[in-house]
């Protein structure tokens, strides 16, 4: 079935260091979404992507869809502590099921 | 509308007994997802239901897991004779039919088989 790699799977930054999450399918996907599930917490939707080539801006935060869609990238620009948690991108496969990747958890150094 | 609301919040049952956990959607979202969480991994998908319609069931359950959303409001998510490689944290999300649209997740059942 349909899958989505993500990587890295940890990355530990000091604070104000930049930090990139990518994902990657084998087949064209339909839309991205991005979550955020802080410490002990439930997923958080931040955006959705479903234009080719599109890139959405939320603050510190730049999400990437790929001009084949079939990769996306988050990216935080110095990053604070509050950023810490696991941050998960997910497509909608044709049937309506949600599809998520291994996520990447964050690391900030104060 | 408060969210996503889920019950328990934490379950412990002993190995071989029955548990049942109960989700309610955001009241006008049609679809309603069953995921499965264990500490360091993503959701695992479990089931999902467009309105009262299961429409789909991961293969990877056995028949021990059984999923019911009866007028297409709340769920319930139904655990046969419980192991311990069941103990995790299981979330429901839901979200509206139209198109691409996010899912809200419900804050989870931690089950834990002793």
């Known amino acids: 079935g349909q899958q989505v790699m993500q990587i890295p799977q940890y990355q530990h930054v000091q604070e104000g260091e930049d930090f990139t999450t990518y994902c990657n399918s084998s087949t064209t996907l339909s839309n991205i979404q991005w979550y955020k599930q802080r410490p002990g917490g439930h997923p958080v939707f931040l955006i959705q992507l479903v234009k080719s080539g599109e890139v959405k801006k939320q603050k510190r935060l730049t999400f990437q869809f790929g001009e084949a869609k079939k990769n996306s990238s988050l990216h935080i620009t110095a990053t604070q502590t509050t950023d810490v948690g696991t941050y998960f991108c997910?497509?909608?496969?044709?049937?309506?099921?949600?599809?998520f990747g291994q996520g990447t958890t964050l690391q900030v150094k104060p | 509308d408060t969210g996503v609301s889920q019950d328990p919040r934490h379950k412990i049952t002993k190995r071989g007994q029955n548990v049942t956990f109960r989700c309610d959607p955001i009241s006008e979202h049609n679809r309603l997802y069953w995921y499965r969480q264990t500490l360091g991994q993503g959701p695992e998908f479990l089931t999902y239901?467009?309105?009262?319609?299961?429409?789909?069931k991961s293969r990877l359950l056995s028949d021990r897991f059984s999923a019911e959303r009866p007028k297409g409001s709340f769920s319930t998510l139904e655990i046969q004779r419980t192991e311990q490689g069941d103990s995790a944290m299981y979330l429901c999300?839901?979200?509206?039919?139209?198109?691409?649209?996010?899912?809200?997740f419900g804050q989870g059942t931690r089950l834990t088989v002793v």
């Open positions: 999300a839901s979200s509206s039919q139209t198109g691409y649209t996010e899912a809200f």
């Open positions: 997910v497509t909608t496969s044709n049937t309506g099921k949600l599809i």
């Open positions: 239901f467009q309105n009262e319609a299961q429409l789909e």
